[in-house]
């Protein structure tokens, strides 16, 4: 994905690679959650999980205007 290119979150590929990302940032900071039901890829999570990852690009968006 090209870091200066819109984010479009309708868009499945693009949701799925934004969303690994900040998954997977979050997983790194999160010691207590590794070996369980959160460590999963990003599309293999319940939609409510999957819906907090997201949840903090749409804030991004709205902070840095993207």
Same mark, same amino acid.
């Given at each position: 994905?090209?870091?200066?290119? /819109? $984010?479009?979150?309708?868009? !499945?590929? /693009?949701?799925?690679? @934004?969303?690994? $990302? $900040? ?17 999963? !890829?990003? +599309? /293999?999570?319940?939609?409510?999980? =999957?819906?907090?990852? $997201? +949840? /903090? @690009? @749409?804030?991004? =968006? =709205?902070?840095?205007?993207?």
């Amino acid at each position: 994905m090209d870091k200066d290119a /819109q $984010i479009d979150l309708e868009n !499945p590929e /693009q949701r799925s690679s @934004v969303g690994s $990302i $900040i998954h997977d940032a979050w997983m790194s900071r999160n010691d207590w959650a590794k070996g369980g039901e959160l460590d999963v !890829p990003f +599309d /293999q999570l319940p939609p409510a999980e =999957q819906a907090k990852d $997201i +949840d /903090q @690009v @749409v804030i991004a =968006q =709205q902070v840095f205007g993207s």
